[in-house]
Structure formats: C-alpha cells, structure tokens
C-alpha cells in the first residue's frame, strides 16, 4: 500500500520568535529517519510561517493552521489560500475541533474549505473526531463519516488529503486514545473512503491519529495497522517531538 508516515506539529497559539527559532534549532539539529520514511510538518501560527520556513531544515515542511473558504478580499482578519500558495507554504490544516467548536465552523463550512485550498493547489491536513458525550452514545463513526462525508462531496481527489481521526476528548487532556479506540475509528474511516471515495483512495490515503501524542504513548499508537501518523499538539512544542517522528520506524 506505501503509505508514507506523516507527523505533523500543531503549534496553536503559541510562541514568540525566540521560542519559535528555538523549537526550530531543535528539529534542525536531530536525527530521524529519512524522508522516505517520514513526512514531517510543523504548523507554526501564520505570523511566523515565513520566519519557520526560511530556517527550517529542507526536509521539513510547513503548514498554516487554517485558511479562508474562498478567494481574498474584504474579510477582515483572514487569510487567503492564494496568500499561502504565493509565500510557498505547502499544506494547511482544516477542520481542526478547536475551530469547529471555539468558532461554530459546521461540516460544510470545513468541506468548502478543503475544496477550494485543494483548487489553489494546497495540500490538507483534514480533521475528524467525536466529542466525549458523542463517544459515550455511541454516536462516534456516525460523527466522523458525516464530517469526512462533507469533505468527501466537495472533492473530486484525495490525492493532498492526510484524513487526521482527532477525538475532541483526548485533544490536550492527556486522555490519549487507546491503540485499539484509535485502530477501531481509523479502520472505520479505511471502509468509509472504500464504500464511498474507492478501493484505491482508501488503500492510499494516510489516516493520523491526534490527541495527546507523547514521546511515551507514540510507539505503541505506531504500530496499529491503519495508524499512519500523528498530528500532535502539545508535545510538538518540545524536544519529545523527535520521538515522535522516530516512531515512524
Ligand atoms: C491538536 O491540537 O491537534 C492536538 C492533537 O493537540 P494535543 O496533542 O495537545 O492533544
């Protein structure tokens, strides 16, 4: 199948230029395993993308955590996909749990979102996850197949889409996700994209698991069959992120 381990980092809100050129002297410093290996991206807040990617070692990526659902213009505060595409920024978070709940962005708002960066010739880092009370009845694949469905009807290709399972619960908690909770949700997700995306756009799109990923619990996460990667939060901030790229091996 090949698909390649892909770990991204998911630095939110944080930082200021010192931290920031700090994390970077500590990615460009380690050793991990080959690009063939690992697709490692970090996701600086917008305002230091061009600082992240100009000291960046080239074998790293970057992605911005978010962008606007259309062409630029008057939309005060946005940022525009061409915007990012002109700054060579390769990949784009979308749909992450924080703005689906902190700012109401419904399914077919993130849906229109990843259509129209994809049109602009972004890559996607498409989030998907439950939120405890959903979990807890049972309503669990039900809410992840109508997000991923969302997105699955505005696009005519996987091709740049890595499908991030991130349960609401385990996002910053310290609640990780068991290796089984996150094998059972991600092959939900493989069958979902078989019976409505196709064969070949299940067996080829990369499905990453975020929430709470450490240095300690990543390894055995690695392991579960249909686990192709992390989006990790917190711990992208700190040194511990090498392991996780690590535990693509
Ligand atoms: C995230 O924000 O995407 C995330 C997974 O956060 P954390 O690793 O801190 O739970």
């Not at 939309?75 to 924080?98: C, D, K, R, Y």
């Not at 962005?105 to 994809?118: I, M, P, R």
Request: charged share 20%; hydrophobic share 45%.
């Amino acid at each position: 199948m090949g698909r390649k381990f892909f770990v991204g980092g998911n630095w939110k809100c944080n930082g200021t230029v010192e931290e920031v050129k700090k994390i970077v002297t500590v990615l460009n410093e380690a050793e991990v395993p080959s690009e063939d290996i690992v697709e490692v991206v970090v996701s600086p807040p917008f305002v230091f993308l061009p600082l992240v990617k100009s000291l960046l070692r080239s074998d790293f990526q970057v992605a911005a955590q978010n962008c606007w659902i259309r062409k630029g213009g008057a939309f005060t505060g946005e940022i525009s996909a061409e915007m990012l595409v002109n700054l060579g920024i390769p990949w784009v978070i979308l749909g992450h749990s924080e703005r689906r709940s902190l700012l109401a962005e419904s399914n077919e708002f993130v849906g229109d979102k990843v259509a129209y960066a994809l049109s602009q010739g972004l890559k996607v880092i498409a989030c998907v996850g439950e939120t405890l009370e959903q979990r807890e009845s049972g309503s669990t694949m039900a809410v992840v197949a109508a997000q991923t469905k969302a997105i699955a009807e505005k696009v005519s290709s996987w091709d740049n889409i890595v499908l991030a399972y991130e349960p609401v619960w385990a996002i910053g908690t310290g609640k990780v996700a068991t290796p089984a909770q996150a094998q059972e949700v991600h092959c939900e997700l493989r069958k979902w994209l078989h019976d409505n995306a196709g064969d070949e756009v299940a067996a080829s799109t990369r499905i990453i698991y975020g929430g709470s990923v450490n240095g300690a619990n990543c390894k055995e996460l690695a392991t579960q069959l249909d686990v192709d990667g992390f989006l990790v939060g917190g711990a992208s901030l700190k040194p511990e992120f090498i392991d996780i790229i690590k535990s693509a091996t």
